[in-house]
């Protein structure tokens, strides 16, 4: 047969080296190779008929799309093989079979006809073989990676690789594994234009490589699967044997026995209808759903918490009035607007079952009792109380929870707060309010509006549970130490209610009737062991304590105890006493003096009254002037209203300067320094223009302010004194700091009746309308006439 081959490719010589030409489509003919192939194209049916009879040579070439109908010269690829053709069947449909033996590879030089069929003269490829050891050992690589592939290739038989061990040519074993490894026609078509035999044998060596990683992989990738497919099968046939025993024995499987739990649980919440719709739907997806499924355990979390929130269960209110009041007594002495407050709501809640929670805003300086009036409220009107911080949570999913869709998403603050104290009606404190921040992921505060809205609480949608939650019935306490960093729309959701501090007289009885006892008994001391005589605890008090609240007279109360601890275990003392005399022994040297009673008035020194986050106090301004021109220097940190409220002041002065008895030309001559002592802390606000005028007036005529007096209110440039806030709280810090006269404007009388009377029988309060009233009542004439006696002598 290879004769009658080698006789074929002389006779392609013979005939001028012109072949007719079949392009053929998806694959490619290499030499000494037998293939079948069909043909539909009547065209080249009549040349498969004629060269069959001339018994002559055919070209097969490629073409280079398969999607071409009908090919042209350029369609196909100018190397392709010469052929003979060995058998042909006709079938009725027209189509024609055939068997065809490639000869040698053909160059097309030229196409010398077009119609019916391509006709091109072509240049025969001879292959020159030189074998060398490197060409032995490409053989031998290429044998040995053959067999891996047809033990992996469930493609390829036995009979490849027999055949391709007895070929001695190294050419024909190239061309004979690549026309049957898995690449595609670009791939063989490459393979075929190879003519150095060397590069043809590498790149069959590169692809063999390539077919086994990838059937390697494969087959690994199968295994796996098939291992996978058989674990669960296993379990599935397991878990349905396990099922049927526990079915015979009446017991039930633990997964179905949690879905008939959450089936329960989900009938006893007595949900409202949206709930009840989502609780169903999620349990049926549940009960559908593979545990080993990732969803499952998010689905399964989602169903936990609709089923574990307290849709229907609430506490029954105290509403016996007295015994309301009786309890906030116990815990918190005076605070009467508080408890007036709320044992008004439990008046209306006797009355009217259904009336919606207040939400209540406490505002005052720290160690006031905010927090712990809240736990007294829950605990007088027979509720549960809960309690988050707001302090610096800048999150918005913090209120309202996370989507469902986030890994790890859970429900917000406020519905935890409500599972966790499993019921609908709890007393809510939401602590700092005024400390809440505000960054890229949200605005805190702006979430709070829905829950603070009494109009919109009661379909509050928390995004996690993404279904309404009814916080009407809520009591919501929030708790701040000033409004003014609270945004107003929320302000405005919410009823203020000012603590401002206490008198010496208040926290010397909460110190005998709350504080001694506490840390006594957190001590483990008795009554026996240490007692306080009244003066100890009033000189604790102004001398060791410069507060509005509570926490660092509790705090010196503690490290006595303490001290007098170690000396009962020691068994050095078995009662202690504590006096005015030994009370420095315990807390040290004394920490806080009366600073305005210790200083003698002086020209251009005012104190001032001042309200800050942690109460009143007290503001001295100092004025002084040196040689310059119209200049007004402002220092001591302030603000900008505060710096107006200077400029206001020195207009004022220089309009009325006059009647003062200060020469008119004063400015010209002399430049004014206003400072407010300690630089480090900012301040800020209109009430302090009074005393920077009177100040100035001071410093100018030479006056002094009298002793042992102070004074607040804002001032305009007629002369007029406008009324002030926070009034309770600076009268708290002028009882603090020794004063006995306070000037206050005219129209702050009506609030005299929340100032306590025991500061009122301690204080002189004077008002005035005006600017000249607020010099006649502060500036000391009588010393200034001294002074000028005494350069007259």
Known sequence: MLMENDKKVEEIKEIGEELSILPIKGTVVFPYLIIPLIITEQRYARLIDETLMGGKVIGLFAQRSSEKEHPMAEDIYHVGTAGSILKMLRFPDGSVRFLVQGLSRVKIKNFVKTDPYLVAKVDIIKDKVERTVEMEALIRNILDLLKKVV?????????????????????????????????????????????????????????????VEVLELSRRIQSQAATEMGKIQKEYILREQLKAIQKELGEADERTAEMDEFKKKIKEA???????????????????????????????????????????????????????????DEDHYDLEKVKERILEYLAVRKL???????????????????????????????????RISLGGMHDEAEIRGHRRTYIGALPGRIIQGIRRGDSNNPVFMLDEVDKIGQDFRGDPASALLEVLDPEQNHTFSDHYLDIPFDLSKVMFITTANILDPIPRVLRDRMEVIELPGYTDLEKLQIAKKYLIPKELENHGLVPENLSFKDESIKKIINDYTREAGLRNLDREIATICRKVAKMVASGEKKKVEITPQNLDRYLGPIKYFLEVVERSPQVGVVPGLAWTETGGDIMFVEA???????????????????????????SYVRSTAKNLGIPPDFYEKYDIHVHVPAGAIPKDGPSAGVTMATAIASLLTEKPVKAKLAMTGELTLRGQILPIGGLKAKALAAYRAGIETVILPKENQKDMVEIPDEIKKKIKFVFAQTMEEVLRLSLDTKKKAKKIRKRKT
């Open 151 to 211: 033990d992996l290739a469930p493609y390829l038989s036995e009979e490849l690789q027999i055949t391709a061990i007895n070929t001695d040519d190294p050419s024909r074993l190239a061309d004979l594994i690549a026309s049957n490894l898995n690449i595609n026609v670009a791939q063989k078509q490459e393979l075929l234009e190879l003519f150095d035999i060397k590069e043809r044998l590498r790149k069959v060596l590169s692809h063999i490589n390539r077919e």
């Open 270 to 328: 007595k949900m409202p209808p949206l709930a009840l719709d989502a609780a169903k739907k999620e349990w049926d997806r549940l009960s559908k759903m593979h545990p080993a499924a990732a969803e499952y355990t998010v689905s399964r979390t989602y169903l936990d918490w609709l089923t574990a929130l307290p849709w229907s269960k609430s506490t029954q209110d105290v509403l016996e009035i007295e015994k309301a009041k009786k309890i906030l």
């Open 624 to 650: 002084t002037k040196m040689k310059g021109k119209k200049s007004l220097t402002l220092t001591g940190h302030l603000g900008e209203v505060m710096k107006e409220s200077a400029q206001a002041a020195l």
């Open 352 to 386: 009217k079952a259904d009336m919606k929670g207040p939400i209540l805003c406490f505002v005052g300086p720290p160690g006031v009792g905010k927090t712990s009036l809240g736990i007294s409220i829950a605990r007088a009107i027979g509720r549960k109380f809960n």
